[in-house]
């Protein structure tokens, strides 16, 4: 996990995942793995779905309660990883473009 912290504040969210899928893989209730996976998650227009992790045919009360439960885990005041905020700025950011029925 320290490695996958150091390589998302360099900006490598490849390398960051790579470590963050080793870590899972060899510690599943490690302690802040969900909150560093949802960090390193892209944040394209295209990839908004799995920003907020649903699927691209759920409806709006499924976006809704995806966005609320992400926004808790990563909203920088609750979560003390680096890039805490950029993670929650994705996510507010999908949640945006998604309700945005235009």
């Excluded at 998650?41 to 809704?64: I, M, Q």
């Amino acid at each position: 996990m320290d490695i996958a912290e150091k390589k998302i504040s360099e900006s490598d969210y490849v390398g960051a995942k790579k470590f963050v899928n080793k870590a899972q893989n060899l510690y599943p209730n490690l302690d802040g793995l969900k909150q560093v996976s949802v960090m390193i998650t892209g944040g394209r227009e295209a990839d908004c779905y799995r920003v907020l992790g649903v699927d691209p045919l759920a409806d709006d009360e499924t976006l809704k309660k995806q966005y609320s439960k992400l926004a808790l885990l990563v909203h920088p005041d609750r979560n003390k990883y680096k890039g805490a905020e950029g993670a929650f700025n994705l996510v507010l950011e999908a949640r945006r473009l998604l309700s945005d029925k235009g």
